[in-house]
Every structure is written in structure tokens, then in C-alpha cells.
């Protein structure tokens, strides 16, 4: 069963700085690996997808990358803002979804 | 629709009790999914459909739940002889089979046992 990890469970930063999550998996036959931003009571708003033939994504301030050989996907934030803070989650895709269990990011004005 | 809608968005009920949660897709997505999250927890899986039938029921914790999606549209997910254990938020997601295959979830239903 595929198995995914995320590294820190929370991180607390100042504003502007750049900052970097991680997402390791087990098992590197998946379809694709996409990152989520969930706010304190409320669903899962997508970040950026990559499929497995591709080697990263980018959209604005946000950075994703997928290494499939090593099973680990990296988050980078450019510039954080106090808007940034929620908690990240990376699922990677086979013949379900598989979630890790987030890493919650505090970002201090 | 425009989004995942997903009804209701709170339900308390007591323990024993019957309940239904409802889940509308984004329009013309043929896949989707019922997750349940715990407090600081990642979504766990329940059931996949494709399609009107489920397609990966492995998630699901036992015979008290269970989900149909009867016209490949809207999936109502069905708990019985609820437990306190019960109690999380509920999250449907849906995707088109065709494309990117990126997954779009709704704003889930919290659902209290007491």
C-alpha cells in the first residue's frame, strides 16, 4: 500500500521568507502527485498538479516539483505572507488518491 | 455545477441514528471520491466511483457505511447506526477521467455523533 509521508508536521516562518515542504512516497508507480492547501474548516482547494511524465509545476509564487525515482515531491513558496498560512497536503495518485497528513504552516506578519 | 457541492455542511445526531450525506460533482466528471478527515489528519479513502458503479469500496470501515451514486451524478453516502467514532468531516471530491485527471474537492460535511 502506498505510503505517504510529510516533512515538517508545521513550520512557523516570518514574512518574506522562502520556504520549502516536503512529500516522500513509498511507491513510485503513480499517475500524479498534487499539492492542496486546506484552511481551518474547510475543504481542499487544489495547488498545482503534475503528472508522472512531468518534472514540475509551476503557478505565481509556488513551485512544485516531482522526483518519481527517489518517491519525493517538493512545495516551494516564494516570498511567504501571513495569507500563506493553512495546512499544505501532497496526495499522490495510483488507483486512488493517497494523502499525507499535511504540514501546517504558520507565517508571521 | 461550478464546484463540488456537498450537503449538509454540518449534521449532529445522536448515537444509533441513521443519516445521508450528499455529494453533487462537478458537471460531466465521471470519477468520484468520498473521503473522511480527523483532526489533524490527512483525508482517508472510503469509496471510488466511476461511473454509477463503485469501482474501490476498500476504504470503507465496515458494513454500517455505504454510497451510491445510482445516474453517475450525484453519490450519497449512507452511515448507519452511527457511532461516536463516527464523527469527522466527510469529503467528496470529483475528476474528469480525461485530462490532467486533477482531483476538486468539496468543502466537506461535518458530521457529529453525540
Known amino acids: 500500500k502506498q505510503e505517504v509521508t510529510q516533512i515538517p508536521a508545521a513550520l512557523s516562518v516570518p514574512e518574506g521568507e522562502n520556504l520549502v515542504l516536503n512529500c516522500s512516497f513509498t511507491?513510485?508507480?503513480?499517475?500524479?502527485l498534487q499539492w492542496f492547501r486546506q484552511d481551518p474548516g474547510k475543504g481542499l482547494t487544489s495547488l498545482l498538479l503534475i503528472q508522472s511524465s512531468q518534472r514540475e509545476q509551476t503557478s505565481g509564487r509556488l513551485n512544485a516539483s516531482l522526483d518519481k525515482s527517489s518517491g519525493r515531491s517538493t512545495l516551494y513558496i516564494a516570498a511567504s505572507q501571513p495569507g500563506d498560512s493553512a495546512t499544505y497536503l501532497c496526495?499522490?495518485?495510483?488507483?486512488?488518491?493517497?494523502f499525507g497528513t499535511g504540514t501546517s504552516l504558520t507565517v508571521i506578519p | 455545477g461550478a464546484g463540488v457541492s456537498q450537503t449538509p455542511s454540518n449534521k449532529v445526531t445522536e448515537k444509533g441514528k441513521y443519516v445521508e450525506l450528499r455529494c453533487d460533482p462537478i458537471s460531466g466528471h465521471t470519477a468520484l471520491y468520498w473521503y473522511r478527515q480527523s483532526l489533524g489528519q490527512g483525508p482517508e479513502f472510503l469509496i471510488y466511483f466511476q461511473g454509477t458503479g463503485a469501482a474501490d469500496d476498500s476504504g470503507l470501515p465496515n458494513d454500517r457505511f455505504f454510497a451510491v451514486r445510482p445516474e453517475g451524478s450525484v453519490s450519497t453516502l449512507k452511515i448507519q447506526r452511527t457511532e461516536r467514532g463516527d464523527s469527522a468531516v466527510y469529503l467528496c471530491a470529483s475528476r474528469s477521467t480525461s485530462g490532467t485527471g486533477e482531483l476538486f474537492f468539496g468543502e466537506g460535511s461535518r458530521l457529529t455523533v453525540l
Open positions: 511507491d513510485s508507480a503513480i499517475y500524479n
Open positions: 496526495a499522490v495518485t495510483g488507483n486512488q488518491f493517497y
